[in-house]
C-alpha cells in the first residue's frame, strides 16, 4: 500500500497570507490527523477528522482549520499566517484511531516557511 | 514540564554497544507509541504499547511498557549507523483517540 502523502513538501509564504496543505492517507484509513512540529514546542496536535467529522482539536487559534473529503483525503488551512508558524506540519492516517488499537501512520510532512 | 518526558536528550553511542531510552508521563497512559524520525522527515512507526507489562520486539529493539510507573522504555541491541535518528514517545493521555501528546525527542548518534 502507498503511504501517506502530503503536498506541497515545501512552502514558503509571506505573513498575512492564506496557505492549503494536502494530505492522501493510506488506502483503507479513515482517520486523519495533523500535527505541527517546531525545534521550540516540539511535536503538537493540531485536530483529527474521522469520517469528514472532526473528533478533536488541540490547542491552536482559529487561523488553523481543516476538513475531510468523502474519500478520506484531508487538508488543513492556516490563514492570516504569522512568523511563528513556519514549522513542519506532518498529517498522519489510521484506520480508526488510536483509542481502537491502530496506531498512527505519518507522512512526511509540508515545510512551511512565513517570512 | 511536560507531561511527556524523554531522558536522554540525545545521546551518542559507539557501534555494536546497547542503549536504552525512557519516557515517563505525568499522567495516565491509555496507549504508548515508539517513532523513529530522520531529520525534517516524516515519523517512522515502530511499536505500540497498550497494555501494562507489555514487551514488544522488532529486529534489535524492544519496548517495554510499565502501567504502574507511568513509563515505557526502548532498548536497542548491538547499536548500528542505521539506528541514527530521532526517537519520539507518544501517549494518549486523554483517552481520546487519535490526541497523542509526544516527548521532546531523543537525539541518537552511533558511531562506527
Known amino acids: 500500500k502507498a503511504g501517506v502523502t502530503q503536498t506541497p513538501r515545501y512552502l514558503i509564504k509571506t505573513r498575512g497570507q492564506q496557505v492549503t496543505l494536502s494530505c492522501s492517507p493510506i488506502s483503507g484509513h479513515r482517520s486523519v490527523s495533523w500535527y505541527q512540529q517546531t525545534p521550540g514546542q516540539g511535536l503538537q496536535f493540531l485536530f483529527e477528522y474521522f469520517s469528514e467529522t472532526q473528533r478533536n482539536k488541540g490547542n491552536f487559534p482559529g487561523r488553523f482549520s481543516g476538513r475531510q473529503f468523502s474519500n478520506s483525503r484531508s487538508e488543513m488551512n492556516v490563514s492570516t499566517l504569522e512568523l511563528g508558524d513556519s514549522a513542519l506540519y506532518l498529517c498522519?492516517?489510521?484506520?480508526?484511531?488510536?483509542?481502537?488499537?491502530?496506531?498512527?501512520?505519518f507522512g512526511n510532512g509540508t515545510r512551511l516557511t512565513v517570512t | 514540564s511536560q507531561e511527556l518526558e524523554q531522558s536522554p536528550q540525545s545521546l551518542i553511542v559507539q557501534e555494536g554497544k546497547n542503549l536504552t531510552i525512557n519516557c515517563t508521563s505525568s499522567?495516565?497512559?491509555?496507549?504508548l507509541y515508539w517513532y523513529k524520525q530522520k531529520y525534517g522527515e516524516g515519523l517512522i512507526f515502530l511499536m505500540m504499547?497498550?497494555?501494562?507489562?507489555e514487551e514488544k520486539s522488532h529486529e534489535k529493539i524492544t519496548a517495554k511498557l510499565d502501567e504502574k510507573k507511568q513509563q515505557s522504555s526502548l532498548h536497542i541491541t548491538a547499536s548500528q549507523p542505521s539506528h541514527a535518528g530521532i526517537y519520539l514517545c507518544?501517549?494518549?493521555?486523554?483517552?481520546?483517540?487519535?490526541?497523542?501528546?509526544f516527548g521532546g525527542g531523543t537525539r541518537l548518534m552511533v558511531k562506527p
Open positions: 498522519a492516517s489510521s484506520e480508526y484511531g488510536t483509542a481502537n488499537n491502530s496506531p498512527l501512520h
Open positions: 504499547l497498550q497494555k501494562g507489562g
Open positions: 507518544g501517549a494518549d493521555l486523554n483517552n481520546a483517540g487519535n490526541m497523542l501528546t
Open positions: 499522567k495516565t497512559l491509555y496507549g
